[in-house]
């Protein structure tokens, strides 16, 4: 029977479903991240679900290496189109632009329900998925980092409820655990990343890019405040 490892990027997906979740991976392509959870033992049955055929018969190739076949309820749909509120307390959405989470759990109003649990990896637009959701009655609990090789991915633990609103800064970079080693480095990478934006803008000369420019700058005084309160706690 096939064992499932899982990359740091899903194993820190993982981390952030609570045990005994009745779970729904939306855009599951192989389905390793609920075929670990079942083998595990941290959940009894999941929905996994895929836009494509092509993904969702993946994800039924790896259930029947693993023989979790009839524990796994394989829907193909747009989203969560196909899966009813009430059949899962859990969605996890990883692997998608921000835009397409978001896209998704606008089409599913019963996301903001109470006692429902999300668990969000944006591969881009992460700021703008940090707005929407803080705009459409989420609440960010909180954020976590996985690192594979040069690569930071950010994992949001997110239910629904109204938060303290986000500062530039962390709508960017999102409100990271400043005791985690790997935030310091991220920052680091986020500075650069707004840099070489304010290049770009600096060598443009219209008002649009100065306005720009400005606003940019409040963002990278921001990180490198974030950066400095890392540092304090890591004795730096
Ligand atoms: C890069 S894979 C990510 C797979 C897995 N979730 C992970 O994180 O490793 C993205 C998957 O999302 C699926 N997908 C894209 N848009 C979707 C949508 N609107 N609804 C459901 N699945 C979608 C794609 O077909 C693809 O299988």
């Known amino acids: 029977m096939k064992r499932i490892e899982l990359t740091p990027r899903l194993r820190a997906v993982a981390d952030l479903v609570p045990a005994g979740a009745r779970l729904a991976d939306v855009g599951t392509d192989h389905a390793y991240l609920p075929a670990w ?3 595990q033992g941290l959940i009894a049955r999941a929905i996994v679900s895929d836009l494509r055929a092509g993904p969702l018969s993946r994800a039924r190739e790896t259930a029947a290496a693993c023989g979790l076949e009839d524990r796994m309820d394989f829907r193909l749909c747009d989203g969560l189109s196909g899966i009813s509120p009430g059949e899962a307390d859990t969605v996890v959405i ?13 089409a ?3 996301t903001r329900r109470e006692g429902v649990h999300l668990v969000l990896q944006p591969m881009s637009t992460q700021k ?17 980092l996985a690192r594979e090789g040069e690569t930071f991915y950010n994992i949001l633990s997110v239910e629904p409820g109204p938060m303290p609103p986000l500062t530039r800064g962390e709508l960017w970079a999102g409100r990271q655990d400043l005791r985690d080693p790997q935030t310091g480095p991220y920052l680091d990478q986020e500075l650069r990343r707004a840099a070489r934006i304010g290049e770009g803008l600096r060598r443009s000369e219209t008002r649009l890019s100065r306005d720009r420019l400005e606003r940019l700058e ?9 950066k400095k309160e890392w540092e304090h706690g890591h004795g730096n």
């Open 37 to 39: 959870l079942l083998q």
């Open 94 to 106: 990883a692997g998608m632009g921000g835009e397409t989470i978001a896209a998704i759990l606008a």
């Open 108 to 110: 599913a109003p019963w």
């Open 128 to 144: 703008e998925l940090r707005q929407w959701l803080q705009e459409s009655g989420y609440r960010i609990v909180l954020e976590r």
């Open 218 to 226: 409040l963002l990278i005084r921001e990180l490198n405040e974030m």
